[in-house]
T-cell receptor
Framework: KQEVTQIPAALSVPEGENLVLNCSFT??????LQWFRQDPGKGLTSLLL?????REQTSGRLNASLDKSSGRSTLYIAASQPGDSATYLC????????????FGRGTQLTVWP | SAVISQKPSRDICQRGTSLTIQCQVD?????MFWYRQQPGQSLTLIAT?????????ESGFVIDKFPISRPNLTFSTLTVSNMSPEDSSIYLC??????????FGPGTRLTVT
């Protein structure tokens, strides 16, 4: 069974810092990996999707990497802002059905001014 | 990207009753997914709902407890039956489009007293 672990569980940093959030998964046979942010009462917002054949994806201040062989992904947030405060979730696709995801418990990020 | 709405956004229910959660998508999709997020936990997939066929349930979830309907390609309902306090969770529906990104509704926050 696929297990997804995220470290750290919580992180509190001052504005402007560069951050790294970690995600690991036990079964390397994944189709893709996605990073989401979850804001209270607002569901999940997709941030980045990395296909299993890719090594990284970038969107603005966000960069996600994937090392499928070692079962690891990192989400790098550059120049953090208070608006980045949220819970960040990592999820991998289960089997061949896109949309069936295994989630980690998330990293709760607080960026203070 | 798909826009997903859910009703109700939150509810407080008494033990032993049932609640039906609605999920509406603004485009036609083949599969819809229902997730549960218990307090402090990660999201867990309950079932996959295909139009015109019975839902496929994940291990630990059964149809008698979580009956699902999928009458057309834009709508689905999840019923939480004979509720107990352990059913207090956020319930989210999700779809995955051609870009392979998973999109989520805003969630239904259920409290069972």
């Amino acid at each position: 069974k696929q297990e997804v672990t995220q470290i750290p569980a919580a992180l509190s940093v001052p504005e402007g810092e560069n951050l790294v959030l970690n995600c690991s998964f036990t079964d390397s046979a994944i189709y893709n990996l996605q990073w989401f942010r979850q804001d209270p009462g607002k569901g999940l917002t997709s941030l980045l999707l990395i296909q299993s054949s890719q090594r990284e994806q970038t969107s603005g201040r966000l960069n996600a990497s994937l090392d499928k062989s070692s079962g690891r992904s990192t989400l790098y947030i550059a120049a953090s802002q208070p608006g980045d405060s949220a819970t960040y979730l990592c999820a991998v696709t289960r089997g061949s059905t896109l949309g069936r995801l295994y989630f980690g418990r998330g990293t709760q990020l607080t960026v203070w001014p | 990207s798909a826009v997903i709405s859910q009703k109700p956004s939150r509810d407080i229910c008494q033990r032993g009753t049932s609640l039906t959660i609605q999920c509406q998508v603004d485009s036609q999709v083949t599969m819809m997914f229902w997730y549960r997020q218990q307090p402090g936990q990660s999201l867990t997939l309950i079932a996959t709902a295909n139009q015109g066929s019975e839902a496929t349930y994940e291990s630990g979830f059964v149809i008698d407890k979580f009956p699902i309907s999928r009458p057309n390609l834009t709508f689905s309902t999840l019923t939480v039956s004979n509720m107990s306090p352990e059913d207090s969770s956020i319930y989210l529906c999700s779809v995955t489009e051609g870009d392979r990104v998973a999109h989520f509704g805003p969630g239904t926050r259920l409290t069972v007293t």
